[in-house]
């Protein structure tokens, strides 16, 4: 009898950020998060302590969901869209629990 089983095939890919996200580390949402299933977007491996996004608040374990307003469906696209900004960043940040606005400059 062969018995067949669903393969978990999610590889833990680290992006870094660049730009005003510079010094941050962002990969997507994995199955064992209880993050996941619930929403896109990316979730913060690692935060520089001396960067930009460490001073606007940002770390590790926060997902980041909407970048500018528009929203964000894996870490590739977050750093995508952090790239072409070079001003100010607005992030949509799901943190403790709930929902808040970061900027980052």
């Not at 606007?56 to 696209?77: M, R, Y």
């Not at 629990?97 to 970061?102: K, P, S």
């Amino acid at each position: 009898m062969v018995q067949l089983a669903e393969a978990n095939t999610f590889s833990m890919r680290l992006i870094k950020g660049e730009g005003l996200l510079a010094g941050v580390v962002l990969t997507d949402i994995s199955p064992d998060s209880a993050a996941y299933g619930r929403t896109d977007g990316a979730e913060i491996a690692s935060v520089d302590p001396e960067s930009n996004a460490a001073a606007a608040g940002l770390s590790a374990g926060d997902f980041i969901v909407s970048v500018d307003q528009h929203p964000v469906h894996s870490a590739t696209q977050v750093a995508q869209s952090a790239r072409r900004s070079d001003r100010l960043l607005l992030l949509g940040i799901f943190h403790g629990g709930g929902m808040q606005y970061v900027v980052v400059r």
